[in-house]
């Protein structure tokens, strides 16, 4: 069995006084994909944002890789190997293609890194004929491959995926999906995403988390899962 590169226990989190998580508990398996499936406003964003420090805890903990990262900065635990792809992509649409793939580069905190190409191109081809064109003149897909290669640039352990195909076209959607199963299987990173589509994350998933009211209420492998539990667990 594989070990786990995250482990996240009793995690609370908040907005001023408005309370989201309430003592979450879950762990990510190494060079696996891990699907959190709720509906809209049960934490699953904000359970990301707390795991990527943007978001301070209240009570809690979060471990990478055995170590207590739960009061670290994001800049540094981008560094340790995580990155975060937000809901919404928050590409910079004013800089080519390149030159946000470069951005990507910032969470290994070399400046002699450079940008991984090849991997890059082959995973995502138009993004190779359209390097010199601005991110903003990209379709929604485009982008959110985009931001995706972006977070790849780093070479992280752990990617952290918030609705990867919110609002893009179902081709593109099934291309994200194998790119997911092939970092995770053959590549070793793991995964950890949040996703509403229960047709994109039944194929690509190897454990789901189900969430309501800022909690996990219930858990399982794909294998575990049918289409009917899936659809009642997003019901709840």
Do not use: C
Not at 50 to 64: A, D, H, Q, R
Not at 68 to 76: E, G, N, W
């Amino acid at each position: 069995m594989s070990e786990s590169i995250l482990r996240i226990h009793g995690l609370s989190s908040a907005y001023g006084q408005s309370t989201i998580l309430w003592g979450t508990t879950l762990e990510v398996k190494q060079g696996t994909v891990t699907t959190i499936m709720g509906r809209n406003g049960v934490g699953k964003t904000t359970l990301l944002k707390t795991i990527m420090g943007l978001v301070t805890p209240k009570s809690g903990t979060i471990e990478y890789r055995g170590q207590d990262i739960t009061a670290l900065p994001p800049y540094q635990k981008s560094r340790m190997g995580i990155a975060y792809v937000p809901q919404g992509r928050e590409i910079i649409p004013k800089l080519t293609v390149y030159e946000n793939l470069k951005l990507g580069l910032e969470a290994v905190g070399d400046r002699k890194a450079k940008i991984p190409e090849d991997e890059i191109y082959t995973m995502f081809p138009i993004l190779k004929e359209f390097r010199k064109r601005l991110g903003g003149n990209l379709s929604g897909g485009q982008q959110q491959q985009l931001a995706i290669a972006r977070a790849l640039t780093g070479r992280p352990s752990l990617l952290l995926l918030d609705e990867p195909t919110e609002g893009i076209q179902p081709s593109i959607s099934q291309e994200i999906g194998q790119i997911l199963r092939k970092l995770a299987k053959e590549q070793g990173i793991s995964v950890l995403l949040v996703e509403q589509k229960i047709d994109f994350a039944r194929p690509v998933t190897d454990y789901f988390y189900f969430m309501n009211r800022g909690v996990v209420v219930s858990e399982g492998s794909s294998d575990e899962m049918s289409m009917e539990e899936l659809q009642n667990h997003i019901s709840l």
